[in-house]
């Protein structure tokens, strides 16, 4: 009898056993598929700003050492808390990226989104001649695809609200692994320094009058807020000396490429290269292609890697000044309301929000990219 009672426990006991771990798979895949990236378990109080490492730097021990010490200087400073999001390769896909963010952003006030690693798979926004240009809209917005416009050469320009600032720091693709990660622990370095000795001087503004007819109002309304200097088809010995004194901003205005920028009918060109010259903290280029880089492939609709070559964003890295770059439709216009960097963006950080605050909620049209330090701000 004993032994029969003995017998029966035991298959019980298998038996729960079973269900239980059925239970458990049932949950594991529900759990998977709501987040495609794996989340902490430890739910902090608040949250003001995820950094997402990409496969190819996510386990890297001394990047993440110097990402680590610029989340505790930023929380020092600004009092933003911070968390490191690891992508795996299987989880690469910019719209699982983009559930996490949105799962984040319902549950905290979060402000900032740094995507570290050129190899994070990134929404494209244009496509032509070699020119490569990433779009940040899906991951800027929230709501999931249908508040946006998307087609086969990319994310379509329309009228948007950015719910929180989202800014690039991608190396060179073609670059070896060490320079690479070499440039990744110089920039968040430098991002760490917290430098308050950058005080609203003066913003130059330097634009070609071919394509100013209605950007040359917009600027000059920021005149109220700061010392402005606004050059109109400046000649290259403007250039060369406005790139000796500091300036608190620095934005170009013209036809572009990845690579410069025309900023006078008489072909002045300013080149990427200008920047790495320039004693300001904030750089701005507006014009084509000037938030991407060059590529090998031409015209497949899909984001390409970038290849070693001069274009904009790289500056983020060469540059002993800049901290942060904003790079597109800086003054596009034509609606009733403000729709600009600008006009929405720019008088918010002259008065000492930081770069991510300034953008939040606000209006915008077209693909402005934020590259570098979206938690920069000037002392008052």
Not at 10 to 27: K, N, P, R, T, Y
Not at 51 to 72: H, T
Not at 284 to 290: E, L, M, N, Q
Not at 322 to 335: F, K
Request: glycine residues 4%; negative net charge; charged residues 20%.
């Amino acid at each position: 009898m004993e032994k029969r009672l003995y017998t029966t426990v035991a298959i019980l006991g298998v038996i729960l056993l079973f269900l239980s771990l059925q239970i458990l798979s049932v949950h594991t895949q529900t759990t998977a598929s709501e987040n495609p990236i794996d989340i902490s378990e430890e739910v902090p109080e608040s949250l003001d700003m995820l950094l997402f490492i990409s496969p190819q730097y996510s386990k890297d021990i001394e990047i993440l050492d110097a990402v680590n010490n610029y989340i505790e200087s930023v929380q020092k400073d600004i009092g933003w808390n911070s968390e490191i999001i690891p992508v795996t390769t299987e989880e690469n896909d910019y719209l699982k990226i983009d559930l996490i963010i949105e799962h984040y952003y319902n549950s905290y006030d979060l402000k900032a989104c740094i995507m570290v690693g050129e190899d994070i798979n990134t929404p494209l926004a244009g496509d032509s001649d070699y020119q490569e240009k990433p779009s940040t809209i899906p991951w800027s917005t929230i709501g999931g695809p249908q508040v946006y416009d998307s087609s086969d050469q990319g994310v379509v320009c329309k009228p948007y609200t950015t719910k929180l600032c989202i800014s690039l720091l991608f190396p060179t693709q073609t670059l070896d692994f060490q320079t690479k990660k070499s440039q990744l622990i110089s920039a968040f370095k430098k991002f760490s320094e917290r430098r308050h000795d950058f005080e609203l001087e003066k913003v130059l503004v330097a634009e070609s009058s071919d394509i100013n007819v209605n950007s040359k109002d917009i600027y000059q309304n920021i005149d109220a807020n700061t010392d402005l200097i606004y050059l109109e088809n400046p000649t290259d010995s403007e250039i060369f000396s406005f790139t000796k004194s500091p300036y608190s901003i620095f934005l170009i205005h013209g036809h572009s490429n990845p690579s410069g920028t025309l900023i006078n009918r008489e072909n002045v060109w300013f080149s990427a290269n200008n920047v790495d010259e320039l004693n300001t903290p904030i750089f701005g280029a507006d014009g084509c292609y000037v938030n991407g880089w060059w590529s090998q492939c031409q015209d497949n609709d899909k984001l390409d890697s970038s290849i070693n070559g001069t274009y904009y964003a790289t500056k983020i890295f060469s540059s002993e000044n800049i901290r942060v770059m904003a790079l597109g439709l800086l003054s596009q216009n034509g609606y009733s309301y403000p729709v600009s960097f600008i006009e929405n963006s720019l008088p918010d950080i002259l008065e000492g929000k930081t770069v991510a605050e300034s953008i939040i909620n606000k209006n915008c049209l077209g693909d402005t990219v934020i590259i570098g330090d979206p938690t920069f701000h000037f002392t008052q």
